[in-house]
């Protein structure tokens, strides 16, 4: 069973960095893609960020290119986004999500999400 865990949200002042952690068990990821979406009060849930666990290959949203990353500790089976220059407008709860196949497929594993608020 994957289970997929969020920490490191929190309060931060625009312009501030944050961290988000993203603990996975239950598999080995090496052949799964990692994601992060985030889900702001009455909007759909959106694209953050992504990274294929073998390869550390990465994508963004436009909205984020050039201000966060994302990257994996493979020893520790985790997932980080790392924030800098967030803006209001990044306010959302923050979700991490798994998907078996590097390339294709719904991500089909979701952790219970962090909220991240950024005070203007």
């Known amino acids: 069973q994957v289970q997929l865990v969020e920490s490191g949200g929190g309060l931060v002042q625009a312009g501030g960095s944050l961290r988000l952690s993203c603990a996975a068990s239950?598999?080995?990821?090496?052949?799964?893609?990692m994601g992060w979406f985030r889900q702001a009060p009455g909007k759909e849930r959106e694209f953050v960020a992504a990274?294929?666990?073998?390869?550390?290959?990465?994508s963004y949203a436009d909205s984020v290119k050039g201000r966060f990353t994302i990257s994996r500790d493979s020893a520790k089976n985790t997932v980080y986004l790392q924030m800098s220059s967030v803006k209001p407008e990044d306010s959302a709860v923050y979700y991490c999500a798994a998907r078996s196949h590097p390339y294709v497929g719904e991500y089909k594993y979701w952790g219970q999400g962090t909220q991240v608020t950024v005070s203007s």
């Open positions: 990274i294929i666990w073998s390869l550390a290959s990465t």
């Open positions: 239950g598999r080995t990821f090496s052949s799964y893609a």
